[in-house]
C-alpha cells in the first residue's frame, strides 16, 4: 500500500491551499484517512481525520485548525482531502497523510503513511 500526498506549497498568511492523498494497492477496506503535520523542531500532531466506516461521514480535527480547515473523502477513489483557509505562519509544517486499513479480511488493520509534503505559510 502506498499513500501520494500532493498540494503543499509556499503561500502567503490568509491564503488557502488544497492537499490531496490518494491510497493505492491491496486495499480491502480502509477505517480512516486522516492528516498529521510536523513543524519545524516539533514533534508530528494530528490535524484531521476522516473517516467513512460506519453510517456517515465521520471527521475530527484539532482544536488550532478548526474552522479554518475542511477534510473530505472518496471512498471510490481511496482518497482524502485537506481544504485549507485563512493560513497562519504557525501552519507552516511537513503535512503526512496517514491511512488505517485492512488489506484483506482476515488478518488485522495496519497504518501507513505517506511521504510529506511541505507547507510553508508567509506573514
Known amino acids: 500500500v502506498q499513500l501520494q500526498a500532493s498540494g503543499g506549497g509556499l503561500v502567503q498568511a490568509g491564503g488557502s491551499l488544497k492537499l490531496s492523498c490518494e491510497a493505492s494497492?491491496?486495499?480491502?477496506?480502509?477505517?480512516?484517512m486522516g492528516w498529521y503535520r510536523q513543524p519545524p523542531g516539533k514533534q508530528r500532531e494530528l490535524v484531521a481525520t476522516?473517516?467513512?466506516?460506519?453510517?456517515?461521514?465521520?471527521?475530527d480535527y484539532a482544536d488550532s485548525v478548526k474552522g479554518r480547515f475542511t477534510i473530505s473523502g472518496d471512498s471510490a477513489a481511496n482518497a482524502v482531502y485537506l481544504q485549507m483557509n485563512d493560513l497562519k505562519p504557525e501552519d507552516t509544517a511537513v503535512y503526512y497523510c496517514?491511512?488505517?486499513?485492512?488489506?484483506?479480511?482476515?488478518?488485522?488493520?495496519?497504518?501507513?503513511w505517506g511521504q510529506g509534503t511541505l507547507v510553508t505559510v508567509s506573514s
Open positions: 496517514a491511512a488505517e486499513l485492512w488489506t484483506n479480511d482476515y488478518s488485522g488493520k495496519h497504518e501507513y
Open positions: 494497492g491491496t486495499i480491502f477496506s480502509i477505517a480512516y
Open positions: 476522516f473517516s467513512s466506516l460506519t453510517t456517515g461521514d465521520v471527521t
